[in-house]
C-alpha cells in the first residue's frame, strides 16, 4: 500500500461525495433524488480509484484523453515553488479587488507582477500597465458602463 | 419564399444595417475575446440601444455582434488556454496544444474556417427549416430532453480515458459535474441544497467563474512555472505558415466539419442546452470518429480534429437556436431569451407571423448570421499571422495579461465578487484535475446540463412515473447511450482482434 498525493486526491473526492450523500439523505425527496443518485456512483467509483491509487495499480496507457497535460520539463521543487507563487500573486490581486476596488488594483497589480515576477524594467513595466488599464478602462468604464464596486478601503473613507 | 429571401438580403445590405452589423460586429470581436462578459451578456448590455431602430437594423446590430462573439471567442481559447466566450472551452483541449507546438496560426486558421462553414451550415438550417421544424421539437418532450442530456454526458465521459480503469475517472466527474449542479435552490420544492449558509449558493454556483477557473488556471500556472512563451522555444516563422494549412485542414476533414455543423444546429434547436453544449457534444463526435484508441489517444495533444468539430458547432447553433426562438417564441438559449426581448421591444411576435408577413425580416437574420461571420472570418484571417505571434511572446509578460481577463471576466458575468473566489478555488482543483489525471471535460458538460437534466427528470417523473422508460423515443435514446459507453470497448476490442489475426 502507497500513500500517494493522488489517492488523498481520490480520498478527497470519496469525502466529498460522502458528505453530499449524508447531507442528502435528511432533504425531502424532490431535493435529495438527484443529489442521491449522482452521490452515490460517485462515492463509489471514488472509493475504487482510491484503492488503485493506493494498490499502486495505473497501466502505463490509461491516462486520461481529450485533456492537456502539465509540462513535465522543469524540475519538481522549482515548479512546486512556481506554482505557489503564481497562486500567491492571484490570491494577492483578489485582495487586492477587496481593499480597493477592481479600477486601481488592476493598475497595481499589473505593475507590481512585471516589476517584481517578470523583471520587465520600468519603462515597459509602466507601457504596459498603461496598455492594460487603458483597455480596462475603454471597454468596460466608457464602452459598456460596468459598475465595479469600490473596495472596503474606500467604502471605509467614505469616498 | 426566394423572393423573401433575396429581399431579406437586401435589407441587411442597406447601409444603415450594414453599418449597425460592423458595429456590433466590432463590439462582438472585443468581448467575445473576455472570458466573462460573453455573447449573451453583451445582448442584454446593447439591448437599450435598439429601441431608435427598424427590426432588420436591430437584428442586424444583435446579431452580428452575437455571432462574431462565438467566434472571437475561440482565439483566446487556442492562444491562452483561456475560453474566450464562457463557452467554447473545447476549443482548448486542442487548440491550445496546438499553439504550444507553435502551430497557434494552422488552430487558428481552422478555428476560423470551420466556424465559418458552421455559420453557414445553420444559416442554411435555419432558412431550410422553419416550416418543417415544428413536428420534430413537438416530437421531443421532457423524458426524451431528458436521455439526450445523459446521452450528452455519456458520449465526453466514455471518451475522456484511455482504458478502462481511465474510465473510472471519466465517469466519477461527470457525477462530480452533475453533483455539482445541484448546489443552491431546488427549483420544485424550493430547499437549499449545498448552500453552507452563504446567500451567494442559493443560486447556485455560476458557469463562468468554474469554466474559467478550471480551464484557463491551470494553463496560467503551467505558463508560469515553464517560464518560456506559449510556443516554447520554437521559430517564429512556422507560425504564420500554419494559417492555410489549418483552412486546408477545413477541407481536409470537411465532413466531420459538416457533421459537427450538423450537431451544432441539432443541440441548438433544443431548448435550454446551449453553445457549451453543442462544442462538447461536437468534440466528443470528433474523439468517437478516431480510426482507433492510437488514433483517438492524439486527442487533447493537438489535433486539428478537436479545433475543427467545436469550431464548426460553435457557429452553427446560431442558426440552430434561431428556430425554437423565431418559430415558436421559445429561446433556445439564455442569449435567444434576450433576443426574444428584442423582438418584442421591435414590436414583432414570434411564431406563425415570422414565417409569413415577416417572412423578408427571418431571412434578413439569416443573411446578417452569413455576412458577418464571412466578414469576422476575413478580417480574422488578414490578422492571424500578428495573432499568432503572441504565443512567442515571453510567458512572465503574458501571464499578467492573462490574469487580468480571467478575473475581470469571472467578475463581470454576475458582478459578484466572490465569482474571484469560486474561480481560484476551481482553477486550483483543476490545476489538480491534471496533475493526478482526471479529465475535466465530464466535470464541465455534467455542470453545464445538471440543471436541465434534473428539471427534465422531475418533470417525467412527475407526469409518467417510471412509465417515462418505456417510451419508443426514450428506449432508442437509451440504447444508443449504452452503445455510446460501449463504443471505446467495442473499437478496443476490434482492434484487438484485428492484431491478433494480423499477427497470425
Given at each position: 500500500m502507497r500513500i500517494s498525493a493522488a489517492s488523498v486526491f481520490s480520498l478527497f473526492l470519496a469525502a466529498v461525495a460522502a458528505y453530499a450523500v449524508v447531507s442528502a439523505s435528511a432533504w425531502p425527496v424532490k431535493a435529495a433524488l438527484f443529489p442521491m443518485v449522482m452521490g452515490i456512483p460517485l462515492l463509489v467509483l471514488a472509493l475504487v480509484q482510491l484503492i488503485l491509487d493506493l494498490r499502486g495499480k495505473t497501466g502505463p496507457a490509461e491516462g486520461p484523453a481529450m485533456d492537456l497535460a502539465l509540462s513535465a520539463d522543469v524540475a519538481p521543487e522549482i515548479a512546486r515553488r512556481r506554482t505557489i507563487a503564481i497562486f500567491a500573486w492571484m490570491a494577492a490581486f483578489i485582495v487586492l479587488v477587496l481593499l480597493i476596488g477592481f479600477p486601481l488594483a488592476v493598475p497595481l497589480f499589473m505593475f507590481s507582477y512585471l516589476m517584481l515576477q517578470s523583471a520587465a524594467g520600468w519603462w515597459r513595466s509602466l507601457a504596459l500597465t498603461a496598455a492594460a488599464w487603458g483597455f480596462f478602462y475603454g471597454l468596460f468604464e466608457r464602452l459598456l458602463h460596468f459598475p465595479f464596486g469600490a473596495g472596503f478601503i474606500q467604502t471605509w473613507l467614505g469616498l | 419564399m426566394l423572393d423573401a429571401l433575396i429581399d431579406g438580403l437586401f435589407l441587411v445590405l442597406q447601409w444603415k444595417a450594414f453599418s449597425l452589423m460592423l458595429v456590433g460586429m466590432g463590439v462582438g470581436f472585443v468581448v467575445g475575446l473576455l472570458p466573462g462578459i460573453g455573447g449573451a451578456a453583451t445582448l442584454a448590455l446593447m439591448l437599450p440601444f435598439v429601441f431608435t431602430m427598424s427590426p432588420v437594423e436591430a437584428f442586424a446590430f444583435l446579431l452580428g455582434m452575437h455571432s462574431?462573439?462565438?467566434?472571437?471567442?475561440?482565439?483566446?481559447?487556442?492562444?491562452?488556454?483561456?475560453?474566450?466566450?464562457?463557452?467554447?472551452?473545447?476549443?482548448?483541449?486542442?487548440?491550445?496544444?496546438m499553439a504550444k507546438q507553435g502551430e497557434?496560426?494552422?488552430?487558428?486558421?481552422?478555428?476560423?474556417?470551420?466556424?465559418?462553414?458552421?455559420?453557414?451550415?445553420?444559416?442554411?438550417?435555419?432558412?431550410?427549416?422553419?416550416?418543417?421544424?415544428?413536428?420534430?421539437?413537438?416530437?421531443?418532450?421532457?423524458?426524451?430532453?431528458?436521455?439526450?442530456?445523459?446521452?450528452?454526458?455519456?458520449?465526453?465521459?466514455?471518451?475522456?480515458?484511455?482504458?478502462a480503469r481511465a474510465q473510472i475517472k471519466g465517469f466519477a466527474m461527470g457525477f462530480l459535474g452533475l453533483l455539482l449542479s445541484t448546489i443552491g435552490q431546488e427549483r420544485q420544492s424550493g430547499s437549499l441544497r449545498f448552500d453552507f449558509g452563504l446567500i451567494y449558493l442559493w443560486e447556485g454556483l455560476d458557469l463562468i467563474p468554474v469554466l474559467v477557473g478550471i480551464f484557463a488556471i491551470p494553463e496560467i500556472v503551467d505558463l508560469a512555472v515553464r517560464r518560456t512563451a506559449i510556443a516554447g522555444d520554437r521559430p517564429a516563422g512556422k507560425l504564420g505558415a500554419g494559417v492555410?494549412?489549418?483552412?486546408?485542414?477545413?477541407?481536409?476533414?470537411?465532413?466531420?466539419?459538416?457533421?459537427?455543423?450538423?450537431?451544432?444546429?441539432?443541440?441548438?434547436?433544443?431548448?435550454?442546452?446551449?453553445?457549451?453544449?453543442?462544442?462538447?457534444?461536437?468534440?466528443?463526435?470528433?474523439?468517437?470518429?478516431?480510426?482507433?484508441?492510437?488514433?483517438?489517444?492524439?486527442?487533447?495533444?493537438?489535433?486539428?480534429?478537436?479545433?475543427?468539430?467545436?469550431?464548426?458547432?460553435?457557429?452553427?447553433?446560431?442558426?440552430?437556436?434561431?428556430?425554437?426562438t423565431i418559430a415558436f417564441g421559445v429561446p433556445g438559449?439564455?442569449?435567444?431569451?434576450?433576443?426574444?426581448?428584442?423582438?418584442?421591444?421591435?414590436?414583432?411576435?414570434?411564431?406563425?407571423?415570422?414565417?409569413?408577413?415577416?417572412?423578408?425580416?427571418?431571412?434578413?437574420?439569416?443573411?446578417?448570421?452569413?455576412?458577418?461571420?464571412?466578414?469576422?472570418v476575413l478580417l480574422c484571417l488578414a490578422f492571424l499571422n500578428q495573432l499568432a505571434k503572441v504565443t512567442l511572446i515571453r510567458g512572465s509578460l503574458i501571464v499578467p495579461f492573462v490574469l487580468l481577463l480571467v478575473f475581470v471576466g469571472s467578475y463581470t458575468a454576475n458582478n459578484h465578487i466572490a465569482d474571484l473566489l469560486v474561480t481560484l478555488g476551481f482553477g486550483a482543483f483543476g490545476y489538480l484535475m491534471m496533475r493526478f489525471g482526471w479529465p475535466r471535460a465530464p466535470l464541465v458538460l455534467g455542470f453545464v446540463l445538471g440543471k436541465l437534466a434534473e428539471t427534465y427528470l422531475f418533470i417525467s417523473m412527475s407526469r409518467y412515473g417510471f412509465g417515462w422508460l418505456t417510451q419508443p423515443l426514450v428506449l432508442v435514446l437509451i440504447a444508443l447511450t449504452a452503445l455510446v459507453i460501449a463504443y471505446p470497448f467495442i473499437q478496443e476490442r476490434r482492434q484487438r482482434i484485428a492484431k491478433k489475426a494480423h499477427a497470425d
Open positions: - | 462574431v462573439a462565438a467566434t472571437t471567442g475561440d482565439i483566446t481559447s487556442i492562444l491562452f488556454g483561456v475560453p474566450g466566450e464562457g463557452l467554447s472551452a473545447a476549443t482548448v483541449v486542442d487548440g491550445y496544444p497557434a496560426g494552422r488552430a487558428l486558421g481552422a478555428a476560423l474556417m470551420s466556424s465559418l462553414v458552421g455559420a453557414v451550415i445553420g444559416a442554411a438550417a435555419l432558412a431550410v427549416s422553419i416550416p418543417i421544424v415544428r413536428p420534430l421539437v413537438l416530437t421531443f418532450g421532457s423524458p426524451e430532453l431528458f436521455m439526450i442530456s445523459v446521452m450528452g454526458i455519456a458520449c465526453i465521459t466514455s471518451l475522456s480515458g484511455l482504458g492555410l494549412e489549418g483552412i486546408k485542414d477545413t477541407f481536409r476533414h470537411f465532413w466531420l466539419v459538416v457533421r459537427c455543423s450538423a450537431v451544432g444546429v441539432f443541440v441548438g434547436i433544443l431548448p435550454g442546452a446551449g453553445g457549451g453544449v453543442a462544442q462538447w457534444m461536437a468534440y466528443a463526435h470528433a474523439v468517437q470518429s478516431a480510426k482507433d484508441a492510437k488514433d483517438r489517444s492524439r486527442f487533447g495533444k493537438g489535433d486539428v480534429r478537436g479545433v475543427l468539430g467545436p469550431g464548426a458547432a460553435n457557429n452553427s447553433k446560431e442558426g440552430g437556436d434561431l428556430i425554437p438559449s439564455g442569449a435567444m431569451a434576450i433576443l426574444l426581448g428584442a423582438f418584442l421591444i421591435m414590436g414583432l411576435v414570434p411564431g406563425p407571423d415570422m414565417l409569413t408577413k415577416h417572412l423578408a425580416v427571418t431571412y434578413s437574420m439569416v443573411w446578417t448570421l452569413v455576412i458577418a461571420n464571412v466578414i469576422a
